[in-house]
């Protein structure tokens, strides 16, 4: 088994468990907040109006969290090229 730090920082395995993880996160957490929105009861515009604001502004941070992804992705591949690289020497 993989250690979770090396001694250059964190292990490229530690940072795929992170993506895995972060996306599994996503998913339920948008699943959950749509549910909880479609459940709400609307009795005039005033409240349609705050539940469509409610479900954009949570959509586009969920969609923030898809950047933070990415940039972990990228940071595992250069671990790996990293580790790669430390362990041809």
Excluded: E
């Amino acid at each position: 088994m993989a250690a979770p730090t090396t001694s250059m920082g964190i292990g490229p395995v530690t940072l795929v468990i992170t993506i895995i993880t972060i996306g599994l996160m996503v998913g339920i957490g948008q699943y959950i907040s749509t549910s909880v929105l479609d459940a709400i009861p609307s009795s005039d515009d005033t409240t349609n109006t705050t539940i469509a604001n409610i479900k954009s502004q949570t959509s586009a941070a969920f969609n923030l969290v898809i950047i933070i992804m990415i940039v972990l992705a990228a940071v595992a591949i250069l671990s790996v090229v990293m580790y790669l690289r430390y362990i041809a020497r």
